[in-house]
């Protein structure tokens, strides 16, 4: 049974960090596409960051610069590191696995992320 458990959440000004986990678990990263998504109140889940089970990675262009995500194979968790926090990017962060590249997609619970300006 695959879990992905997230954490790292919380509440910050603009201009903060924050790291975001996520610990895998029925799955092996280095097997598997990760990625991070993230929703707003009344919008739609949309791509933050991912990065192929080859290392490739790609950043949306309002993240770009300041988010990095990454991978520790020895803990089977990936991360993403938010650097220069702005009040946009208040959502619920949700976590991403597809083993192989292939279908399911599974998901994390989500952790919220608050950016107060």
């Known amino acids: 049974q695959v879990q992905l458990v997230e954490s790292g959440g919380g509440l910050v000004q603009a201009g903060e960090s924050l790291r975001l986990s996520c610990a895998a678990s029925?799955?092996?990263?280095?097997?598997?596409?990760m990625a991070w998504y993230r929703q707003a109140p009344g919008e739609q889940r949309e791509l933050v960051a991912a990065?192929?089970?080859?290392?490739?990675?790609n950043y949306a262009d309002s993240v770009k610069g300041r988010f990095t995500i990454s991978t520790d194979n020895a803990k089977n968790t990936v991360y993403l590191q938010m650097n220069s926090l702005k009040p946009e990017a208040t959502a619920v962060y949700y976590c991403?696995?597809?083993?192989?590249?292939?279908?399911?997609?599974?998901w994390g619970q989500g952790t919220q992320v608050t950016v107060s300006s």
């Open positions: 991403n696995a597809r083993q192989y590249g292939r279908a399911p997609d599974y």
């Open positions: 990065m192929s089970r080859r290392g490739n990675t």
């Open positions: 029925g799955i092996v990263l280095i097997f598997a596409d």
